[in-house]
C-alpha cells in the first residue's frame, strides 16, 4: 500500500524512516520546494531530524497530488494549527476510502474541535477510515530505531487494524483504541502539563513537586476529556499517562524545554520566535483554556499556564495560586460523569 506523509517536520520524518523497514511505497510531503530538494540531495533532515539517514525508498516531493494521489494511507503531522486547511488541500486528490491517520497533538479551534473531527469533516464523502495515533514517541528516538509503544484509535474498527498492521514494527508497538476522543485529548493536554513541569524545572523545585503536578495534571486532563465523551481508562494507557511521562521529563521535549526557559524568565514570544519548532503546548493551553471558563472546568494549572505564557504571573505566583487552592480530598477532585 502506499502512505503518504504530509508534513516532513521531525515526526513525520522519524515515522518514515521507521515504516521504510517493511515497505516499499512511501511518499514524504514537504510544502517548500527548495526543502523537497535538498532532503533529496542529502538525505537527512538536518533541520528538524539532524544525524538520522533517509533511506532511498522514501521518495520526497513538494507537489501534494503527486503524494497524496493513489495513497491508501494518508498520514497528516503538520503543526496543529495548519491540520484544518492540510486535510483540505488533500481532500481533491484523496482516493475514495483511504486512511486518512492524524498523527498532530493540539486542538482544532476554541471549539474544542479535535484534529480527527476537522479531518472528517473536509474529507466527508470521500472516507470516514480517520485515525488517531498518539503515544509517548520522541522523533529522535523513534527515528533512531530506539523500542517505543503507541496508540492507533477510531471509531472504524476496519481503518484501525490497517494501522496497526501498517506501522507496527518488532520497535514500534501500536495498540488498539476505540476512544478517538481520549487518545486525541490525552496527547493534546499532556503539551501544557509538560510546560508546567519544564517551568517548575526552570526553577528548580524538585523532584516530589514534579511528581505532584504530573498527578494533578492526569487529573486536569482526564477531567476535560472526560467532559468530552473520552473514556477515563484511556488517560491512564500510553496515549495519556505515557506520553505525559515522557513529556513532562525526557530533554527531548519542545514543550518541556520551552517551560524550562519560561521558568528562568523568557517571554513565551521570545521562545517562540528562537526555534524553528512547534511548541504545541502554548496554543492548546489558550484554547483549552478558553474552553474550560466557558464550561466551568476546573483547570488550575492550565490557567496558571496561561497566565505565565500571558505575562501575568511569575513562575513563584503561579506556584503560590496553585499551593494555596483550597483544602479538599483527592478523591473528591476525580471526573466522575461524561456528557
Ligand atoms: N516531534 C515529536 O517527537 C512528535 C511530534 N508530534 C506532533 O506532530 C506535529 C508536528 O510536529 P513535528 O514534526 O515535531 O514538528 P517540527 O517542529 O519538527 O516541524 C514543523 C513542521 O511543520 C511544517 N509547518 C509549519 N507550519 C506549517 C503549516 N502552516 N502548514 C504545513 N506545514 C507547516 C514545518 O515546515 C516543519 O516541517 C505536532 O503536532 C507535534 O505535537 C507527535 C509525536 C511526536
Ligand atoms: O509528543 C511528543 C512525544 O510523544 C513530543 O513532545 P514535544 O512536542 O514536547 O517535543
Request: net charge negative; charged share 25%; aromatic share 4%.
Amino acid at each position: 500500500m502506499k502512505i503518504a506523509m504530509i508534513g516532513a517536520g521531525g515526526w513525520g520524518t522519524a515515522m518514515m524512516i521507521s515504516l521504510a523497514g517493511r515497505h516499499k511505497d512511501l511518499v514524504l510531503y514537504c510544502r517548500k520546494p527548495e526543502t523537497a530538494e535538498k532532503l533529496n540531495r542529502e538525505r537527512e533532515n538536518k533541520e528538524y531530524l539532524p544525524g538520522v539517514h533517509l533511506p532511498e525508498v522514501i521518495r520526497i516531493t513538494s507537489d501534494l497530488k503527486e503524494a497524496v494521489e493513489g495513497a491508501g494511507c494518508v498520514v497528516i503531522c503538520t503543526p496543529s494549527k495548519a491540520v484544518a486547511d492540510t486535510a483540505g488541500k488533500i481532500a481533491k486528490w484523496l482516493e475514495k476510502d483511504a486512511v486518512v491517520v492524524s498523527a498532530s497533538k493540539g486542538l482544532a479551534d476554541d471549539e474544542g474541535h479535535r484534529l480527527s473531527e476537522v479531518i472528517a469533516q473536509k474529507v466527508a464523502g470521500i472516507t470516514d477510515r480517520i485515525v488517531a495515533l498518539s503515544g509517548p514517541n520522541h522523533a529522535e528516538e523513534v527515528g533512531a530505531g530506539l523500542p517505543c509503544a503507541t496508540v492507533a484509535a477510531s471509531e472504524v474498527p476496519e481503518a484501525v487494524q490497517i494501522v496497526q498492521d501498517l506501522f507496527m514494527s518488532p520497535v514500534f508497538r501500536v495498540y488498539r483504541s476505540d476512544d478517538i476522543r481520549g487518545v486525541e485529548y490525552g496527547g493534546a493536554l499532556k503539551n501544557i502539563m509538560a510546560l508546567a513541569c519544564g517551568v517548575l524545572d526552570g526553577i528548580k523545585l524538585g523532584d516530589n513537586s514534579r511528581a505532584a503536578l504530573m498527578t494533578r495534571g492526569l487529573v486536569e486532563m482526564t477531567r476535560f476529556g472526560v467532559r468530552f465523551g473520552a473514556k477515563m481508562n484511556t488517560f491512564f494507557g500510553l496515549s495519556g499517562m505515557g506520553d505525559l511521562v515522557v513529556t513532562c521529563t525526557s530533554s527531548h521535549s519542545r514543550n518541556h524545554t520551552a517551560g524550562v526557559m519560561m521558568g528562568e524568565g523568557k517571554t513565551a514570544k521570545e521562545i517562540v520566535e528562537g526555534t524553528n519548532m512547534v511548541v504545541e503546548g502554548m496554543r492548546t493551553a489558550l484554547l483549552v483554556h478558553e474552553i474550560a471558563k466557558r464550561e466551568h472546568i476546573d483547570m488550575p494549572i492550565t490557567e496558571e499556564v496561561c497566565c505565565l505564557i500571558n505575562g501575568e504571573h511569575t513562575a513563584r505566583k503561579a506556584l503560590e495560586v496553585l499551593m494555596a487552592r483550597a483544602k479538599k480530598a483527592e478523591s473528591e477532585t476525580y471526573p466522575t460523569e461524561s456528557l
